[in-house]
């Protein structure tokens, strides 16, 4: 009979932690003394008390515990660790890794406007930045054009390389203003890096992802994900200013749009 009553005690106290399961169990302790009369008793759950009363003349010394581990309840007779509190796992890759190759322009006669500089040194600033993001991703195998290598060359060195993604860094010119995108038919990767991009750059012209498979890089990359972005105008005073200016946070910006899109579409984290 004294296991019976033992038996109900722990399920009732069982069914206050799954009452207050959304929450933390801060602590719970249930000390009874042989008795013949009603006793009140006091349980705290989740720094709440409850009262319970009890007939019986049962002897029970009990104490539940609670780690960020797992709850351990413990008496004389009874240990279990089927009552677990569990946080969200971190997800691991498994040594998996996707290839990233990104290639700044080499253009070094693309001047900005009022001695801003040029479309290379401020793309290859800008890929330096990246580098310094991406390089310790666990995820990510990275591989850059930061030697000037020219087009056709820093293409052969990202098909060898087989890479997953590549991305292209540009500023643009002819008068125009605003941002835009240059891809394949494929324009999954490209359209979620250009709307990451121009959502944290503040109120420049969308001029949007687009389609054009004559462009050398184009049309020889043979990554699956493969995108040119033009960031801004760089004979447009204020773009170019806010190009110069922003370096680091264009990068990080970039960066970050490559590591959630590898994390949401090659390992379907959330």
């Known amino acids: 009979m004294k296991k019976y009553y033992q038996s109900l005690l722990l399920f009732a106290i069982t069914s206050l932690m799954i009452l207050s399961s959304k929450s933390s169990i801060s602590g719970v302790s249930i000390i009874s003394s042989e008795a013949n009369t009603s006793i009140i008793e006091e349980v705290e759950v989740n720094s709440q008390t409850f009262n319970y009363s009890s007939d019986s003349s049962l002897d029970v010394s009990l104490e539940i515990q609670h780690t960020s581990e797992d709850i351990s309840i413990n008496d004389n007779y009874f240990t279990s660790s089927n009552l677990t509190s569990t946080s969200p796992s971190v997800p691991t890759y498994e040594g998996k890794k996707v290839k990233v190759y990104l290639n700044p322009s080499v253009q070094v006669n693309n001047l900005y406007v009022n001695n801003l500089g040029t479309e290379a040194g401020n793309m290859n600033d800008i890929c330096e930045y990246?580098?310094?993001?991406?390089?310790?991703?666990?995820?990510?195998?990275?591989?850059?054009?930061?030697?000037?290598?020219?087009?056709?060359?820093?293409?052969?060195?990202?098909?060898?390389?087989?890479?997953?993604?590549?991305?292209?860094?540009?500023?643009?010119?002819?008068?125009?203003?605003?941002?835009?995108?240059?891809?394949?038919?494929?324009?999954?990767?490209?359209?979620?890096?250009?709307?990451?991009?121009?959502s944290q750059i503040g109120n420049f012209k969308k001029r949007g992802v687009k389609i054009n498979n004559t462009f050398y890089e184009i049309k020889n990359s043979k990554a699956k994900n493969r995108a040119l972005i033009e960031l801004l105008f760089h004979d447009n005073v204020n773009e170019a200013t806010f190009i110069v200016n922003n370096k680091k946070k264009i990068a990080k910006i970039l960066s970050n749009a490559i590591i959630t899109y590898i994390q949401e579409f090659y390992f379907n984290i959330y």
């Open 130 to 198: 990246m580098v310094e993001e991406l390089k310790n991703v666990e995820f990510i195998s990275l591989k850059y054009n930061l030697r000037y290598l020219s087009l056709a060359n820093s293409i052969k060195e990202s098909n060898d390389f087989n890479a997953d993604i590549h991305l292209a860094l540009h500023s643009n010119a002819g008068g125009g203003q605003g941002s835009e995108i240059y891809t394949s038919n494929d324009t999954h990767f490209a359209t979620y890096i250009y709307e990451k991009y121009t």
